[in-house]
Every structure is written in structure tokens, then in C-alpha cells.
């Protein structure tokens, strides 16, 4: 059964970088769209950014000019690079993956972003 595994959150000052990882057991090409989410406290889950097996990619307005999404097919896995970072990017960011039968989730990866 395929899973995806987040890696990299943690804490960081305003104006910081983090780079998050999705390593997927399997083929990326597996799916239609990969691409990130996030959750914050006491707020729904929003769309972060995709990105397609053609290599299109999607960003929610918030993060435009400071998130860039991409992928290694090498390695099987989807990266978020976050620059800039601001104090209201803080969440639970999960990746996911879907085709037009099923969509997959990881179990989320803590980012807060605070001074």
C-alpha cells in the first residue's frame, strides 16, 4: 500500500525558511496531482499548493512569491520550499496525493513560524 511521509517542520523565526519533504513508497506517477495542505488551530484545511504529473503547478494566493512546490521522480518525492515565512503560516501541513479513483494523505507535519 502506498504512504506518504511529511518530514521537515519545526519552529522558525518570522522571515525564515523551511523546506518540507513527501516521500511517497512508490511512484509519483502514480497520481494525477501531489501538493500540500495545511491546518491551522481552530481553522479548515486549506489548499497550499500542487503540482501535476505534467508538472503544472497551483498556488493559494497567500503563499504566491514565497512557496514553491517541486519533485525529485528520482527519489519519489514532493518538496515545499517556504521563504519568507510569516507568523499566520503557522499550522499542520499535510501532504497529498490523488488520483481520480482515491486520495491519500500523510500524518501532517507541525510548522510554526514565531519569534
Known amino acids: 500500500q502506498v504512504q506518504l511521509v511529511e518530514s521537515g517542520g519545526g519552529l522558525v523565526q518570522p522571515g525564515g525558511s523551511l523546506r518540507l519533504s513527501c516521500a511517497v513508497s512508490?511512484?509519483?506517477?502514480?497520481?494525477?496531482?501531489m501538493g500540500w495542505h495545511r491546518q491551522a488551530p481552530g481553522k479548515e484545511r486549506e489548499l497550499v499548493s500542487t503540482?501535476?504529473?505534467?508538472?503544472?503547478?497551483n498556488y493559494a494566493d497567500s503563499v504566491k512569491g514565497r512557496f514553491a512546490i517541486s519533485r525529485d521522480v528520482v527519489k519519489n518525492t514532493v518538496y515545499l520550499q517556504m521563504n519568507s515565512l510569516k507568523p499566520e503560516d503557522t499550522a499542520v501541513y499535510y501532504c497529498?496525493?490523488?488520483?481520480?479513483?482515491?486520495?491519500?494523505w500523510g500524518q501532517g507535519t507541525q510548522v510554526a513560524v514565531s519569534s
Open positions: 497529498n496525493a490523488r488520483t481520480n479513483k482515491f486520495s491519500l
Open positions: 503540482i501535476t504529473r505534467d508538472s503544472s503547478t
Open positions: 512508490g511512484s509519483i506517477f502514480t497520481f494525477d496531482v
